[in-house]
């Protein structure tokens, strides 16, 4: 696992000491080693944390004559076998790891080697005879890659900040307003926007080319496979569950570092430590955090799942105290506005396994996308019933929402009915993207400053998520329409990135099974009634880990990683809020109304589960923009 930036200038050398200043603002990824190659019109950087072949595989790394180099940040997990077709095929490899293995694939395939990879990764190579430049992004997003192309330089690197470092010689550009509309929807900033009109994020599962003379070229190399042979047997469908699984996991577990997980009680990271559990030797080292609050407080499953499976646990409790003295520094590791508070507890988590000594940990993130355990997945096969009932009724149903008691915990019902009508009159892909917006199209002319918020409407927000408004038609859709529209967008803007950045603020390398590329297909093969059945999700996972796992947790209905932060801000968090979000600060920031923030303090009280976490947004934007927004 690395950080890597550079650059190619195809009209002045590169000078070395901008990479130097580029990898240096990655340290914290790769803390174990730095290297560089620059020369003439390419430079190559990487911070390195080293998980295989840890005596060997420095980077940058080069094939046999020197003329193809390359960095990479991420695992590939079919290496062995394929450094073995490679060999024979005349390659010559002078180390044991991972990395090795792009370069000769690169030499053998071409761009197209990337075809043959199974893995998280995002890499640059640099190919000398040819002056060009390849950036690659993994197939589902896992590891993150961000360029901008400023003049006839071409520069990348797995952070933004890593491109900020070099902002007075290559300008970021103005702050994009699409970016902000798009957090401001969302609470995060899809790919490939970011806030600054120069940078972009390259997409998951792209590549992107860059020759002297040539303009850079983007372009799709995989999707989410939506059409093959739909799987029906449920008999069959857990017997190939299981066996995927447990396939995935083994290749995952490979490292010469120690390996954990963390385990929250819930299926998937419970599907992941089973598996863990029946492949390792020894004892599989699991770790969890919760709240004091109790509503909140996920340990007591982990906790049982943890005995039920054997593994050596360890869990903390967090604070309030501990969050108020550290959610500054929290929010300070994204260097884009980002919204999601969970990763509160996965700071404290990820910081809890390290200094454990543990160095690589398996989560469950993807199972949710892939397998059905959203309840939005829920509201989008009741929306058809609901649109066709007759207008009346749907009025009477909007009202009887409307006098609900407003909720000031967990979600609940009643919010989430009351999410389920503001879209309920939309198309079914646009309800389902709107479903998670932070604040709703018609409250962005109020919320955002003059000639900020633009023309936006339900179809044109959920276009910026979406990003193909053709995806937006009306019709029917089934559940793995929208299984793939979160796998393709949601997972990696939001989900990913949190535990990318946050277990690599603390050199920690996460690893994610339930997103290897044949449990992808295999999920996508799946009939909707797997899937979904009633009103449970995750049926077949549920049915697969019968056995292995207590009933009581096969029967948990859903959870989620929530803070209690209505109850924060209210207490511990009120002073910090207050401060960062004055009516002068944010008038200062210029991109949210003062009059508009001030509301959400004095409707808080009342309407706390509403508006909690749109303050937080507005918290990680003010101070994002404090400490990066004004880079360009």
Aim: some cysteine.
């Amino acid at each position: 696992m690395c950080g890597i930036a550079g650059m190619a200038s195809f009209g002045r050398p590169v000078a070395e000491a901008l990479i130097r200043r580029m990898t240096a603002s990655l340290a914290h990824r790769g803390p174990d080693e730095d290297g560089i190659y620059a020369t003439g019109q390419v430079g190559l950087g990487v911070r390195r944390l080293s998980i295989i072949d840890v005596a060997h595989s420095h980077q940058p790394i080069h094939n046999e004559d020197r003329t193809i180099w390359a960095v990479f940040n991420g695992e590939i997990y079919n290496f062995k076998s394929l450094r073995e077709e490679l060999a024979a095929r005349g390659h010559r490899f002078y180390t044991q790891g991972d990395s090795e293995t792009v370069v000769h694939a690169y030499e053998e395939w071409g761009p197209g080697c990337v075809d043959h990879l199974r893995g998280m990764f995002a890499f640059a190579v640099w190919d000398e005879p040819r002056r060009q430049l390849l950036l690659v992004r993994d197939r589902i997003g896992i590891k993150p890659l961000y360029y901008a192309a400023v003049g006839d330089t071409l520069l990348f690197a797995s952070e933004v900040k890593a491109l900020l470092a070099v902002r007075h010689e290559y300008p970021p550009g103005d702050l994009d307003p699409a970016g902000l509309r798009a957090f401001a929807c969302f609470g995060y900033v899809p790919a490939p926007l970011t806030m600054f009109t120069r940078l972009r994020c390259l997409p998951p599962g792209h590549r992107l080319l860059v020759r002297s003379d040539h303009a850079p070229e983007v372009a799709m190399y995989w999707d989410v496979p939506r059409d093959g042979d739909r799987i029906e047997d449920e008999r069959r469908a857990e017997e190939e569950f299981r066996a995927l699984l447990a396939e995935a996991v083994s290749s995952q577990m490979i490292s010469d570092v120690p390996i954990g997980a963390f385990l929250s009680g819930g299926l998937d990271s419970s599907a992941v430590v089973w598996r863990m559990t029946e492949s390792a030797r020894e004892s599989v080292r699991t770790f969890s955090v919760g709240f004091a609050e109790a509503d909140y407080d996920e340990t007591p499953w982990a906790r049982q799942v943890s005995r039920r499976l054997g593994s050596t646990h360890k869990e903390e409790l967090i604070a309030p105290e501990q969050v108020a003295a550290e959610l500054v520094d929290i929010i300070g590791i994204f260097d884009e506005p980002f919204a999601d508070s969970s990763a509160i507890p996965l700071h404290f988590l990820s910081r809890m396994t390290r200094a454990q000594g543990v160095t690589v940990v398996l989560t469950g993130d993807g199972g949710d996308e892939l397998f059905g355990g959203y309840e939005t997945y829920a509201a989008g096969r009741m929306l058809g019933a609901y649109q066709r009932l007759p207008r009346a009724v749907r009025a009477l149903a909007r009202g009887a929402v409307a006098r609900l008691p407003v909720s000031h915990g967990k979600v609940t019902l009643s919010e989430k009915l009351r999410r389920f009508m503001a879209f309920s009159d939309d198309p079914p892909l646009v309800a389902h993207a709107l479903w998670r917006a932070l604040f709703r199209p018609d409250e962005l002319s109020v919320a955002l400053a003059d000639g900020l918020s633009g023309d936006v409407d339900d179809r044109s927000a959920a276009a910026l998520l979406l990003g193909d408004p053709g995806r937006l038609a009306d019709g029917a859709i089934d559940i793995n329409t929208l299984c793939y529209l979160d796998t393709r967008y949601y997972l990696p803007a939001d989900m990913l990135v949190k535990v990318d950045r946050v277990t690599m603020a603390h050199s920690l390398e996460a690893r994610v099974p339930l997103l290897d590329e044949r449990l992808v297909d295999f999920a996508f093969r799946l009939s909707p009634r797997l899937k979904w059945r009633g009103r449970r999700g995750k049926v077949l996972m549920r049915r697969a880990l019968r056995g292995a796992v207590d009933d009581a947790v096969l029967a948990r209905p859903k959870a989620g990683f929530n803070v209690p932060m209505p109850g924060w801000i209210a207490g511990p968090l009120r002073e910090l809020f207050h401060d960062v979000l004055s009516p002068t600060a944010v008038a200062q920031a210029g991109a949210f109304r003062p009059a508009y923030v001030e509301r959400l303090f004095r409707e808080h009280d009342a309407r706390s589960a509403d508006h909690s976490f749109r303050l937080y947004a507005l918290l990680s934007y003010h101070l994002w923009m404090a400490r990066w927004g004004r880079a360009g």
